[in-house]
């Protein structure tokens, strides 16, 4: 996988540091509700927009279940992962309700997969099951294209999110434009309210805004008036060179800690990136790294493979055994991205934030304002 910010490099520690092993603490994030409640997460890392359309349902909830394990908050409804009146093994979150009385605690956060609710202004496919258990709630103001360039959901989707028992969809299979239902949020003074319901519908959830990057200056401060508990910027809308993307991230950083938001976390969608990109990503100031770049190497094997054993029988019918080999792929070929992104940020936390990253190119390093390597040349 290309690293888009190779122009970038970590610093090491100067040479006469004492070395003192590695720090015995996580990379575990938390975040705080507006009520001061806090929310924990494994690692700063989520799978936004899953295509769970593309592939079949009991494979992308065993898909969806193992990403989960790995620390990746997963984004996905019921709906997406299991027909109607069935259990989702991403959805089964170890809860006071759920739980045995005697469970050890960390018996229940080993069973807890970090899972988000993404909630339309449409709300195509949303119940009110999703809201039990999520650790993030992701209102999503703007609306997305489809691969052919739409603002539409395909007809795999709609038939995911609205199929009746027979699973027949009730659009009759065709496209829908997005926010054909009359919206949730009719306007950014309404947001606000839509946000405290929410929090009342997801007690244990965060609840983010996610925006797109074209009208920032104008939307980002209307949005944060409303009172989220963060930021979700959608910079894969925009085909930014790498520089572009270190110096978005770091602008709005810097916008949100004018505006007196800086408390508030900024979780960037950047698209395409590396395990170096993700951490530097955070150095320059997200909080999160959306990594759908590592999973849809996955999703492709996957679509492709049961395509193909549809074609060739008649039906698809995949074994628990083919299954079991896409969770083997997640747990070694994700499982490598995410242990380099675990070892990355533990060596950088030996350093102030000042002396993290630095580079050779003095335009990079008069945009990002990082040190240039002084080298005898």
């Given at each position: 996988?290309?690293?888009?910010?190779?122009?970038?490099?970590?610093?090491?520690?100067?040479?006469?540091?004492?070395?003192?092993?590695?720090?015995?603490?996580?990379?575990?994030?938390?975040?705080?509700?507006?009520?001061?409640?806090?929310?924990?997460?494994?690692?700063?890392?989520?799978?936004?927009?899953?295509?769970?359309?593309?592939?079949?349902?009991?494979?992308?909830?065993?898909?969806?279940?193992?990403?989960?394990?790995?620390?990746?908050?997963?984004?996905?409804?019921?709906?997406?992962?299991?027909?109607?009146?069935?259990?989702?093994?991403?959805?089964?979150?170890?809860?006071?309700?759920?739980?045995?009385?005697?469970?050890?605690?960390?018996?229940?956060?080993?069973?807890?997969?970090?899972?988000?609710?993404?909630?339309?202004?449409?709300?195509?496919?949303?119940?009110?099951?999703?809201?039990?258990?999520?650790?993030?709630?992701?209102?999503?103001?703007?609306?997305?294209?489809?691969?052919?360039?739409?603002?539409a959901f395909t007809p795999d989707e709609i038939t995911r999110w609205v199929a009746t028992q027979d699973q027949t969809s009730i659009s009759?299979?065709?496209?829908?434009?997005?926010?054909?239902?009359?919206?949730?949020?009719?306007?950014?003074?309404?947001?606000?309210?839509?946000?405290?319901?929410?929090?009342?519908?997801?007690?244990?959830?965060?609840?983010?805004?996610?925006?797109?990057?074209?009208?920032?200056?104008?939307?980002?401060?209307?949005?944060?008036?409303?009172?989220?508990?963060?930021i979700i910027l959608r910079l894969n809308e925009l085909d930014l060179d790498p520089l572009d993307l270190a110096r978005f991230v770091q602008?709005?950083?810097?916008?949100?800690?004018?505006?007196?938001?800086?408390?508030?976390?900024?979780?960037?969608?950047?698209?395409?990136?590396?395990?170096?990109?993700?951490?530097?990503?955070?150095?320059?100031?997200?909080?999160?790294?959306?990594?759908?770049?590592?999973?849809?190497?996955?999703?492709?094997?996957?679509?492709?493979?049961?395509?193909?054993?549809?074609?060739?029988?008649?039906?698809?019918?995949?074994?628990?055994?083919?299954?079991?080999?896409?969770?083997?792929?997640?747990?070694?070929?994700?499982?490598?991205?995410?242990?380099?992104?675990?070892?990355?940020?533990?060596?950088?936390?030996?350093?102030?934030?000042?002396?993290?990253?630095?580079?050779?190119?003095?335009?990079?390093?008069?945009?990002?304002?990082?040190?240039?390597?002084?080298?005898?040349?």
């Open positions: 996988m290309n690293e888009r910010l190779e122009k970038i490099c970590f610093l090491p520690p100067v040479s006469d540091t004492p070395w003192v092993g590695a720090p015995s603490d996580d990379c575990s994030i938390s975040l705080e509700r507006l009520d001061a409640k806090k929310v924990s997460l494994p690692l700063p890392l989520f799978w936004y927009d899953p295509p769970w359309a593309e592939i079949e349902m009991n494979t992308a909830d065993s898909i969806a279940a193992a990403v989960a394990r790995l620390g990746v908050t997963v984004s996905a409804l019921r709906r997406d992962l299991v027909v109607v009146d069935e259990e989702s093994e991403l959805h089964l979150a170890v809860s006071d309700e759920n739980a045995d009385e005697g469970a050890e605690e960390t018996d229940r956060e080993a069973s807890y997969l970090p899972r988000m609710l993404p909630y339309r202004p449409e709300r195509y496919g949303v119940s009110d099951r999703d809201f039990d258990g999520a650790a993030v709630v992701d209102v999503r103001l703007a609306m997305r294209r489809d691969p052919d360039g739409r603002f009759g299979g065709s496209w829908v434009p997005a926010a054909s239902f009359p919206p949730d949020v009719d306007g950014m003074e309404k947001l606000g309210g839509k946000i405290r319901q929410l929090r009342m519908l997801a007690p244990d959830a965060v609840v983010l805004v996610s925006i797109s990057p074209h009208r920032l200056v104008d939307e980002l401060h209307e949005v944060l008036k409303s009172q989220p508990d963060g602008k709005t950083r810097g916008m949100m800690d004018d505006l007196a938001y800086g408390h508030l976390p900024l979780w960037i969608v950047p698209g395409e990136i590396s395990a170096d990109d993700a951490v530097k990503l955070i150095q320059l100031g997200a909080n999160a790294v959306a990594v759908d770049s590592w999973c849809r190497e996955l999703v492709d094997e996957i679509r492709d493979a049961q395509q193909n054993a549809s074609a060739g029988s008649g039906y698809s019918s995949y074994s628990s055994s083919s299954v079991q080999t896409w969770i083997d792929w997640v747990e070694y070929e994700l499982g490598s991205h995410v242990e380099r992104f675990d070892g990355l940020m533990h060596s950088v936390s030996y350093q102030s934030p000042g002396q993290r990253l630095a580079t050779l190119s003095d335009k990079w390093a008069e945009s990002l304002s990082i040190p240039k390597l002084n080298l005898p040349f």
